[in-house]
């Protein structure tokens, strides 16, 4: 199973600033989701976006998907210091079988008050 | 709502030494699933039960083993604990093995001496 990548690693805003992070994979998905993760804490489903669908809204979460491109972005409108956490992609690839969830290795967002 | 609870929350283990982490649901989900989570790696899916009766090996299963003990619960036994185990476990579960977002618990950390 493939793993979603996102970019950047790390990202570092002052608070009311919007937030942008992104997720590249390789191979056709059935869905891409997003999660978050406060330090120290478990993971928190966020938005599920499937192949056939170009954006979704969750509150002051967006989320886009280009098939063509591979890739996915999350934005955050006007952060928070509460935002502060882990981001990360996950990948559902729709080969026929597959239950798996794969995890990218995350951004780490700071929101600075 | 409890959601997913994990047991324990803190666990230190001498090598060799046996241990079960504990998981329960009280969403009446049908699938569940156990993952770790190590520095720079992401998260990475151990064993998964799509259904109750059901598991399967996911990308590192080895030196680990599983029990879907009714449709609630899903326990992962380490039978002889080695260092590379030291991580944080997390289970989660999902409606079903589709287009569904996971519950994740607190998480479990474990270090093995």
């Known amino acids: 199973s493939q793993q979603g990548e996102e970019d950047p690693q790390a990202l570092s805003i002052q608070e009311g600033e919007n937030a942008t992070m992104n997720c590249s994979y390789k191979t056709s998905i059935n869905n891409l989701q997003w999660y978050r993760q406060n330090s120290g804490r478990g993971l928190v489903h966020l938005i599920l976006i499937r192949s056939n669908e170009r954006e979704k809204h969750s509150g002051r979460l967006r989320v886009t998907l280009d098939t063509s491109k591979k890739s996915s972005s999350l934005l955050i409108t006007a952060s928070r210091a509460a935002d502060t956490a882990s981001y990360f992609c996950a990948i559902r690839d729709s080969g026929a079988g597959s239950y798996q969830l794969t995890f990218g290795k995350g951004t780490k967002l700071s929101v600075i008050p | ?113």
């Open chain 2, 1 to 113: 709502n409890a959601g997913v609870t994990q047991t324990p929350k803190f666990q230190v283990l001498k090598t060799g030494q046996s241990m079960t982490l504990q998981c329960a649901q009280d969403m009446n989900h049908n699938s569940m699933y156990w993952y770790r989570q190590d520095p720079g790696m992401g998260l990475r899916l151990i064993y998964y039960s799509a259904s109750e009766g059901t598991t399967d090996k996911g990308e590192v299963p080895n030196g680990y083993n599983v029990s879907r003990l009714n449709k609630r619960e899903f326990s992962l036994r380490l039978e002889s604990a080695a260092p590379s185990q030291t991580s944080v476990y997390f289970c989660a579960s999902s409606p079903g093995t589709g287009g569904y977002g996971y519950t994740f618990g607190s998480g479990t950390r474990l270090t093995v001496v």
